[in-house]
């Protein structure tokens, strides 16, 4: 993970409100569609880079980039962005060593819309 990763915010909330026009209640359907997809995508981008099937990664990172950026959970979006990147340009290894930093900002967005759909 780089040094700046840890400033990301897990969510940028006024950037989810805005993709969700404003709505609370359409903000956590979206939230709870894309923890749905997040993390099977996720355990599938592993195997992927795992298997070093590098097309299958890169449009695994994609996605998981694209559902992150509906909800702005900024730190996963970067994080996928990094993988997408690296599949692209075959560097396996900087892939694999961002892996477990995605696990970590995916298991961030679990508890924080967990936090905040309590609240």
């Known amino acids: 993970m780089d040094s700046d990763d840890s400033t990301l915010p897990v969510i940028d ?6 993709n969700a026009a404003g709505e609370r209640e359409i903000f956590d359907a979206v939230c709870e569609s894309a923890m749905q997809e997040i993390p099977a995508l996720y355990y ?3 195997r992927a880079v795992e298997k070093a099937e590098m097309p299958v990664g890169q449009r695994l990172a994609h ?7 509906v909800i702005a959970a ?12 690296a ?3 075959s560097d396996l290894g900087k892939a694999q060593e ?3 930093a995605l696990c970590s900002a995916i298991d961030e967005l ?3 819309l ?6």
């Open 13 to 18: 909330y006024e950037q989810a409100l805005e």
């Open 98 to 100: 961002t892996i477990p």
């Open 110 to 112: 679990k508890s924080e």
């Open 44 to 46: 599938d981008l592993v």
């Open 87 to 89: 599949m692209a340009e």
């Open 114 to 119: 967990n936090e905040s759909t309590e609240s």
């Open 63 to 69: 996605t998981i980039k694209g559902a992150a950026r």
């Open 74 to 85: 900024i730190k996963t979006m970067t994080l996928s962005e990094r993988i997408e990147l």
